[in-house]
């Protein structure tokens, strides 16, 4: 083969393999961060499968930890990630429908009531986990929730559901919505704040 032959070749290959490897941009489901809120909360609901990382700070009974956060929805299945002390160095919990199920760092399970005993004592409350997917949308689960809506958009800044009261402090482009990336889930006794990095 001729060298220019060669290196036509090589350069092929290359492009080739950078193609390859190239990160995929995380797919636009939305109808994008400008279009009104109405559009966007409605293609909201419909969202069954996304995932999220970012950071979480958790305050309760005088105690409180920071953390890294990872969290997977699957249509009824969802994996949650806390990476911090926890006591214990981070813990891991899986819902399926109604089953719930959680492991630690130290390579214990749990399932059922004990599993949601568990979780309590790591974080100092009852993390409301069926509600959780639609919380971290930005969007009270179904059922019954008091809104706090802007007056000219009717973007939702907050609501109050099930007795906590859930903030949307900051919202920034991703999906082709406008997602939470800073959010507060709280109640009397306890605070969790969550920073949103990435969505996918």
Do not use: H
């Not at 809506?149 to 906590?164: L, S």
């Amino acid at each position: 083969m001729a060298p220019r032959a060669a290196l036509l070749a090589g350069i092929g290959l290359l492009a080739l393999a950078g193609c390859r490897t190239a990160p995929v941009p995380p797919p636009i489901i939305g109808p994008g961060a400008d279009a009104p809120w109405a559009e966007q909360r409605d293609a909201l609901a419909r969202v069954s499968r996304y995932a999220l990382a970012g950071r979480v700070a958790v305050a309760a009974g005088g105690e409180g930890f920071s953390g890294g956060l990872r969290y997977q929805q699957q249509e009824q299945r969802a994996d949650l990630a806390i990476d911090g002390p926890l006591g214990m160095g981070g813990v891991r919990v899986n819902v399926d429908g109604e089953a719930v199920t959680i492991s630690n760092s130290r390579g214990e399970s749990f399932d059922g009531p004990a599993a949601r005993a568990e979780l309590e004592q790591k974080l100092g409350f009852t993390l409301p986990l069926t509600e959780l997917r639609w919380w971290l949308l930005g969007l009270p689960a179904p059922g019954e929730a008091a809104l706090e809506q802007d007056p000219v958009t009717g973007e939702i800044r907050a609501f109050q559901q099930i007795g906590w009261r859930v903030s949307i402090d900051k919202r920034a482009p991703a999906m082709g919505f406008a997602l939470p990336q800073r959010l507060t889930v709280m109640r009397d006794g306890a605070r969790m704040k969550l920073l949103i990095e990435t969505w996918k």
